[in-house]
């Protein structure tokens, strides 16, 4: 991990100014930066790195103050990117963006009165997006406006959290528990009892609301680890009536044909299978406990069931070179599965890489051989992460007509999201995103559930 030394009379800003530094990695450790902003009829950035100075103006930002806030802070990072470029001599495919969601920016823009055309053109001026990343942009809300349903009000996502893996791979962070562990016995049933009944008590606040479920997402951790007496159960609690139903079988080890067939009857339209590559090294040393072969045999049985399948691949994991990451990416494309999610690997606080350095000098070779195979796929929605390998991005590509349209309300977010189970988030839509986590600890969760789900009931219904 780098120490940067970064001073400024913008103290409220700081955070941001730091995350613009670390975009360039190790080049500014050894430099101090010093941000400083004045306002005298015009708003003035002056920006030293180490013996280098520079200077910007813009006219002094309008509107309210959370605007004027907002559009001050974005001058002072562009800035910042800016010199920092410019001392370097690097550039970023992402310019001065460290949001996890570039494609907000877009919308924003089409709001005040762009097209779609003008997109490119506009997150490149503003804020230095290469344009091969601002023209990704634009094919993306393309796609979403066409794939969207044209009426959304009074639709909410449903997500339901499994947070239970038989191991753990070492690029996670999310909420789960290692059912391989002593003392796992007997857990996997009482938390799906919890969890059926949060289920049941969402469902009926949904009904009362008289609103209407528009997809269902089944995540985790792995929920396909659930045996098939508790998946039987919940799926039964689901319920999910035609609408949209997404479930994970990430690990391949964890699915079988009679678990696919309880899906399948349980309503489930969209199964992921998800190797992160085809690699039987690699997927030693991240952690996952099966094979290549084992993918291909859950993949075939997903495929002869009948769902709409997603695959995930993962750029820049360790030790992997560009022929590695090709290898697995044609071998996907040869299965011409209706979805394909690129990641590029992140270094999360909450998993075990979270104190590495990641460097795979690869990268951008790898996103662009993906952009290149799957080029008969549409780019239909992208998010960035802190701490990406080489600050790039994740892309879902879909088969034109087959996007999911929980990743795109979700990541856009559109709609509420009605979250149940241990460590998941739910989360209102409105002039502001609110947020009600549920605990993370299964435990507690289970213990706690009447309280916390009244209190997220409780929540929900307040004007978002």
Known sequence: MYDYELSTDAEWMKADLLDEVRQFGDKFADKHIDVCLTYAEKLHVRISVGEKCFYYERDIPGGDALSVKRLTKRFAKHSLYTALSEVSGVSLPWGSLTGIRPTKLAYAYLKSGGSEEGVPGYLESTFAVRRDRAETVRRIISSQRRSLPAELSGTVDLYIHVPFCDGRCNYCSFPSADISRKGADGLLARYTDALIKEISAVKGFVSSRGERILSVYVGGGTPSVLGEEELARLL?????????????????????????????????????????????????????????????????????????????????????????????????????????????????????????????????????????????????????????????????????????????????????????????????????????????????????????????????????
């Open 236 to 464: 039964e609690a689901v319920d999910a009536d035609g609408s949209e139903f997404t479930f994970e079988a990430g690990r391949a080890d964890s699915f079988t044909e009679e678990k696919a067939r309880l899906m399948k009857e349980g309503g489930v339209t969209r199964v992921c299978v998800n190797p992160q590559t085809l690699n039987d090294d690699t997927l030693s040393r991240i952690g996952r406990r099966h094979t290549t072969a084992d993918f291909y045999k859950a993949y075939d049985i997903a495929a002869k069931t009948g769902f709409s399948l997603n695959t995930d691949i993962i750029a820049g994991l360790e030790g992997e070179t560009l022929a590695d990451f090709a290898r697995t990416a044609d071998g996907i494309a040869a299965l011409s599965p209706d979805n394909v999610t690129v990641h590029t690997l992140s270094r999360k606080r909450a998993s075990l890489l979270a104190d590495t350095e990641l460097s795979c000098p690869e990268i951008e070779s790898m996103t662009e051989y993906a952009f290149r195979r799957f080029s008969d796929y549409e780019p239909y929605y992208l998010y960035r992460q802190k701490n990406m390998v080489g600050n790039l991005e994740n892309v879902g590509f879909c088969k034109p007509g087959k996007e999911c349209v929980n990743n795109i309300t979700v990541m856009e977010e559109l709609v509420p999201v009605y979250a149940c189970g241990a460590g998941s988030i739910s989360k209102r839509v409105g002039k502001v995103i609110a947020r009600y986590a549920s605990p993370k600890d299964v435990n507690m969760y289970i213990s706690e559930l009447d309280e916390r789900t009244e209190k997220k009931l409780k929540f929900l219904s307040e004007e978002a």
